[in-house]
């Protein structure tokens, strides 16, 4: 830390994203991205379709924001594109967030969550999880605080149904509720149809994972349109052009070949189900996942024991070391070649 850094920020944790390592090939289950390319329909229209890159690219973003409405079947007035939805979580953070209103979520959950509320002075709530790692919908009831639920959770994969999360919703109409739908595609329920019913809530959702797109940084939010339109105000505050021209045309392709995304979420899906019977054939406990990921352990080898033995084997997956969940790893579902990969890994080493 050099001294000129600003007293406020003496005490900040930043995000420990997950390793992209580039010393070798690795089989890599560690991040969430998806196996797939993006579509090459969607390539091939961005070809044709970007806005020169001498330009600016356009502020309100209204392609892109039009084709989402149309999507999800909302208002363009309801729908805000960042620059991952990273950046709308802390836009949302920053708007909806103060003194009176501190940042609700799950104990265990999206380790981004914490590090905006310490970036924006603003405190935190940590609701533990029940004894199986669901969430206890009980506990968010009445809270008045500003509520961050991933659905399904990270990393556990656990997914909340929207009768469930209605039941937040009604209970806090006094405060914000933002559902992060960042896996939504790989079997849960989205909320975004319950965006109409009420005025305190938010969903988002990313380009990043079932969409292939990680690497463009594409988010988006939707909600009520005054929610929207303060969460704009800070955009327009921190990062006006916060969505460049070759991301926007690639992602306007993208939306219009769903049937790519779609396929290629059935496969996660089924891939998915092969590697929690295969692992729980070689006696791991692996949570009901939702998601493109499981979080899985076993009482043979110590998690985080696993995960570096893994590792020098050319397979990269997730360990966290919160005293909770540190005999678990977090596993990306790829291919049906790489999970092979894994579990061939995984037998040699719990034979050695
Ligand atoms: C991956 C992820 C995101 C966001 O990803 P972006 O790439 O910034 O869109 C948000 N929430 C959760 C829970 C995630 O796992």
Redesign the pocket.
């Known amino acids: 830390m050099s001294r000129f850094f600003s007293e406020k920020y003496k005490n900040l944790s930043p995000y420990v994203p997950g390793e992209q390592p580039q010393d070798m090939q690795y089989v890599k289950l560690n ?2 991205e998806s196996p797939f390319p993006v579509s090459p329909k969607a390539l091939e229209f961005a070809k044709d379709n970007t806005r020169a890159l001498n330009l600016y690219s356009d502020p309100d973003c209204r392609k892109l924001r039009n084709a989402l409405a149309e999507t999800f079947d909302v208002g363009p007035d309801e729908v805000i594109p ?8 802390n836009y949302a953070l920053m708007a909806f967030c103060d003194d009176k209103h501190p940042a609700a979520y799950p104990e265990i ?2 380790g ?1 969550y914490p590090v905006i509320a310490g970036l924006n002075l603003v405190k935190s709530h940590e609701i533990p999880l029940n004894d199986d790692f669901t969430i206890n919908v009980n506990d968010y009831k009445g809270l008045n605080e500003t509520i961050f639920i ?1 659905n399904p ?2 990393p556990t994969g656990i997914a909340l149904s929207p009768a469930q999360i209605e039941e937040i919703i009604v209970s806090n109409p006094d405060s914000v509720v933002l559902i ?1 739908e ?2 939504v595609d790989f079997g849960a329920e989205s909320c975004i149809p319950l965006v109409k019913k009420y005025k305190n809530l938010i969903v ?6 079932s969409r292939s797109f ?1 690497g463009a ?3 988006f939010a939707i909600g009520d349109k005054e929610l929207i339109s303060d969460m704009n105000t800070l955009r327009n505050s921190c990062n006006p052009y916060n969505i460049n021209n070759l991301t926007e045309a690639v992602a306007l392709g993208i939306l219009a070949d769903p049937e790519y995304e779609k396929a290629n979420s059935r496969i996660i899906i089924e891939n998915r189900e092969y590697l929690t019977k295969e692992l729980e054939k070689r006696g791991f406990e692996v949570l009901p996942s939702c998601a493109n990921f499981i979080f899985a352990q076993t009482a043979a080898m110590d998690g985080g024991e696993l995960y570096q033995k893994l590792k020098a084997e050319g397979v990269l997956v997730r360990h966290f070391t919160k005293e909770r969940i540190r005999n678990f790893n977090r596993i990306t579902i790829g291919t049906k070649e790489q999970l092979n990969v894994l579990l061939e890994r995984i037998d040699k080493i719990l034979k050695g």
């Not at 960042?82 to 979580?89: A, K, V």
């Not at 988002?204 to 994972?209: E, L």
């Open positions: 991040t969430n960042g620059n991952g939805s990273d950046e709308l979580l959950s999206y981004f991933a959770n990270a992060d960042a896996y988002t959702q990313t380009f990043s994972k990680a940084r594409l988010g």
